[in-house]
C-alpha cells in the first residue's frame, strides 16, 4: 500500500452529505498540491477538486463546484472532500492524489499532474 489512504466512502441518498479523509504517510516534498478525483466504470478519470498546500488555494471542475468543498489540515497531511447535495451522478470510486511540483492553474485537475495516487474509496448515492 502507498503513502496515501482514503475513507469516508459511504452510500447515501440524493441529497445527503458525506466527507471524505485522505491520510498522507509519505514526505511533504512530494506534497506540493493534491486532488480528489473520481471514476466511473468506462469513463475516464475527472479531476474535481484540487488544493495547494502552501497558499491552499482551490480549484474545482464545475459539476462539483458550490456543492463540494476541499480543505486540508493545519499538519498539511490530511486532506479532505466535503461533499454536500449528493446527486446520482456523484457515484463513483473517489481517489486522492499528491503532486511534487506546481504545473499551472491548467494541471491542477489533470491527471498526469499528479505522481501517487491513494487506493479509492467508494461512494454510491440512490435517487
Known amino acids: 500500500q502507498g503513502p496515501l489512504a482514503e475513507s469516508g466512502g459511504d452510500s447515501v441518498q440524493a441529497g445527503g452529505s458525506l466527507r471524505l479523509t485522505c491520510r498522507d504517510s509519505?514526505?511533504?516534498?512530494?506534497?506540493?498540491?493534491w486532488a480528489w478525483f473520481r471514476e466511473v466504470p468506462g469513463k475516464e478519470r475527472e479531476g474535481i477538486a484540487a488544493?495547494?498546500?502552501?497558499?491552499?488555494?482551490?480549484w474545482y471542475a464545475s459539476s462539483v463546484e458550490g456543492r463540494f468543498t476541499v480543505s486540508q489540515n493545519s499538519a498539511k497531511d490530511t486532506l479532505y472532500l466535503q461533499m454536500n447535495n449528493l446527486a446520482p451522478e456523484d457515484t463513483a470510486i473517489y481517489y486522492c492524489?499528491?503532486?511534487?511540483?506546481?504545473?499551472?492553474?491548467?494541471?491542477?485537475?489533470?491527471?498526469?499532474?499528479?505522481?501517487?495516487w491513494g487506493q479509492g474509496t467508494q461512494v454510491t448515492v440512490s435517487s
Open positions: 488544493l495547494k498546500t502552501t497558499s491552499e488555494q482551490t
Open positions: 509519505g514526505s511533504a516534498y512530494a506534497r506540493y498540491s
Open positions: 492524489a499528491t503532486a511534487p511540483n506546481y504545473e499551472g492553474a491548467s494541471g491542477m485537475l489533470r491527471s498526469s499532474t499528479y505522481h501517487y
